[in-house]
């Protein structure tokens, strides 16, 4: 393309500047917020994994997660309430055992036949 001043020119490369800045402006979005809140779940099942808490600490340290997913609006991950479960049913609290079992099968339905095998083995 000839330009016949260098205003003309200067004016065309404005343009072009403010058509790239109005197209990378669009991009810059919020990021989707987190589908789960994890409340340091993930390293509170590592050290119960690793046998440096007893199921008593990890329960109290996962009803406390709860509280803080829950407070902050949001949903916990999957297995957080089936983790809790199998927590309770260990030191003998067969109800809250079945609550949590039944939460995790509701939250999840794809998790239902497990759910179901650990609720009748839980009976026993």
Not at 17 to 25: I, Q, R, V
Not at 56 to 69: C, V, Y
Not at 78 to 90: E, I, N, Q, R, V
């Amino acid at each position: 393309m000839k330009y016949r001043s260098n205003r003309a020119r200067a004016l065309a490369l404005a343009c072009v500047a403010a058509a790239a800045g109005a197209l990378t402006s669009g991009c810059a979005t919020k990021s989707a917020p987190p589908l789960y809140g994890w409340a340091g779940y993930q390293p509170q099942v590592y050290d119960y994994l690793q046998g440096k808490s007893s199921p008593q600490t990890q329960i109290d340290a996962l009803e406390k997660s709860l509280q803080q997913i829950r407070g902050k609006g949001e949903r916990p991950p999957p297995g957080f309430h089936a983790h809790l479960g199998a927590l309770y049913a260990s030191v003998g609290k067969g109800q809250q055992a079945q609550q949590e079992l039944l939460a995790e099968k509701e939250a999840f339905p794809e998790s239902s036949a497990y759910m179901d095998f650990l609720l009748k083995n839980l009976t026993k």
